[in-house]
T-cell receptor
């Protein structure tokens, strides 16, 4: 079992709809959870982080965390073509709190 | 701030040659990470440092790989000898503190022929 798992996609969503991206992790001791966006040929950039169970909203983005189910998700409302990218889930708290492990990413495509 | 600076941006070398990748973290950041990204394996953590001290190198694939951080503003990742399977994008990232946001450099695209 991989430490951080994501569906590789591609996930195709019409413009203006809600995109839902999911991630599961194997270590119950994980403490911090991050979503990074990576455009093709570019480096990852942070878009959301969450530490506590529940929802966290920032503009069109909502991160959801359920530690009991070891599940974290990212919702993108009113999807735009500029949201087309690979979304990487990252988790820290493995053996040591500062070790940050990434999932393999989900490719998201927003169709006009 | 200029962000995390990596060099070179592209490196093409022949199998068996030594390769050195360089990274300058953001000033004041206590943590420095080296990652490798491929289509097959995604973004893999190779090694990370805290205050210039290597904390976890369990992701370093084998003895051909080594990393150093001689001071707070410079780190190197060396591959000797290089092999075609080392071809990947190598990212350096730094963070201000534990569990904080990672700032990534632009990466080094390594091709070993």
């Amino acid at each position: 079992q991989k430490e951080v798992e994501q569906n590789s996609g591609p996930l195709s969503v019409p413009e203006g709809a809600i995109a839902s991206l999911n991630c599961t992790y194997s270590d119950r001791g994980s403490q911090s959870f991050f979503w990074y966006r990576q455009y093709s040929g570019k480096s990852p950039e942070l878009i959301m982080f969450i530490y506590s169970n529940g929802d966290k909203e920032d503009g069109r983005f909502t991160a959801q965390l359920n530690k009991a189910s070891q599940y974290v998700s990212l919702l993108i409302r009113d999807s735009q073509p500029s949201d087309s990218a690979t979304y990487l889930c990252a988790v820290s708290g493995y053996s040591s709190a500062s070790k940050i492990i990434f999932g393999s990413g989900t490719r998201l495509s927003i169709r006009p | 701030d200029a962000g995390v600076i990596q060099s070179p941006r592209h490196e093409v070398t022949e199998m068996g040659q030594e390769v050195t990748l360089r990274c300058k973290p953001i000033s004041g950041h206590d943590y420095l990470f080296w990652y490798r990204q491929t289509m097959m394996r995604g973004l893999e953590l190779l090694i990370y440092f805290n205050n210039n001290v290597p904390i976890d190198d369990s992701g370093m694939p084998e003895d051909r790989f080594s990393a150093k951080m001689p001071n707070a503003s410079f780190s190197t990742l060396k591959i000797q000898p290089s092999e075609p399977r080392d071809s990947a994008v190598y990212f350096c990232a730094s963070s201000l503190a534990e569990n904080e946001k990672l700032f990534f450099g632009s990466g080094t695209q390594l091709s070993v022929l």
